[in-house]
């Protein structure tokens, strides 16, 4: 279970290795690095594939999460990558994970190769949508999330 002291986060990743291009997973909100085993699986035959835990998600996570933005996943990412000695990546994000990677690309394009974004959007989610966002999160950080919400969401993405 490797980590990385990054930006002053203890940031949980799996690497595969190997010499071919880098392809790196961001998970969706309530998600951890595991969505994307079965992809890591397909194309570590040619590709180095990293996964990691964002702030406050999986093995990244903390007693109390302070709020953060996308953009500051996106510092995480690249300071990530430069701890891991990887110049240059494709990203895959999913959701959450494709929002902090369109970021990542506005603010350090010279690690970008290409995007693969998937169930995201550019631009900002529809403010009359915060409200239920907000207690979802507050909800969430207080309690953790019951193992009925994770289980449906297992069956959604899985």
Same mark, same amino acid.
């Given at each position: 279970?490797?980590? %990385?002291? +990054?930006?002053?986060? @203890?940031?949980?990743?799996?690497?595969? !290795? !190997?010499?071919? $291009? /880098?392809?790196?997973?961001?998970?969706?909100?309530? #998600?951890? %690095?595991?969505?994307?085993? $079965?992809? +890591?699986?397909?194309? @570590?035959?040619?590709? @180095?594939? +990293?996964?990691?835990?964002?702030?406050?998600?999986?093995?990244? /996570?903390?007693? @109390?999460? =302070?709020?953060?933005?996308?953009?500051?996943?996106?510092?995480?990412? %690249? =300071?990530? #990558?430069?701890?891991?000695?990887?110049?240059? /990546?494709?990203? =895959?994000?999913?959701?959450?994970? !494709?929002?902090?990677?369109?970021?990542?690309? &506005?603010?350090?394009?010279?690690?970008?190769?290409? &995007? *693969?974004?998937?169930?995201?959007?550019?631009?900002?989610?529809?403010?009359?949508?915060?409200?239920?966002?907000?207690?979802? *999160?507050?909800?969430?950080?207080?309690?953790?999330? $019951?193992?009925?919400? =994770?289980?449906? *969401? %297992?069956?959604?993405?899985?």
């Amino acid at each position: 279970m490797p980590f %990385a002291k +990054v930006n002053n986060q @203890r940031i949980h990743y799996e690497d595969s !290795g !190997g010499s071919g $291009p /880098a392809l790196v997973f961001s998970h969706g909100l309530l #998600m951890d %690095a595991t969505m994307f085993d $079965p992809q +890591v699986e397909y194309f @570590r035959q040619h590709y @180095r594939c +990293v996964c990691w835990d964002e702030r406050g998600h999986g093995q990244t /996570a903390t007693d @109390r999460i =302070a709020p953060f933005s996308y953009y500051d996943s996106a510092n995480d990412l %690249a =300071a990530l #990558m430069q701890h891991l000695g990887i110049k240059r /990546a494709v990203f =895959a994000g999913m959701s959450q994970g !494709g929002y902090l990677s369109l970021r990542l690309a &506005l603010t350090h394009p010279e690690l970008v190769r290409g &995007l *693969i974004l998937i169930d995201t959007q550019a631009q900002q989610e529809d403010p009359s949508k915060t409200p239920g966002y907000k207690q979802m *999160i507050d909800i969430w950080t207080a309690q953790g999330l $019951p193992d009925a919400i =994770a289980d449906t *969401i %297992a069956d959604i993405i899985l």
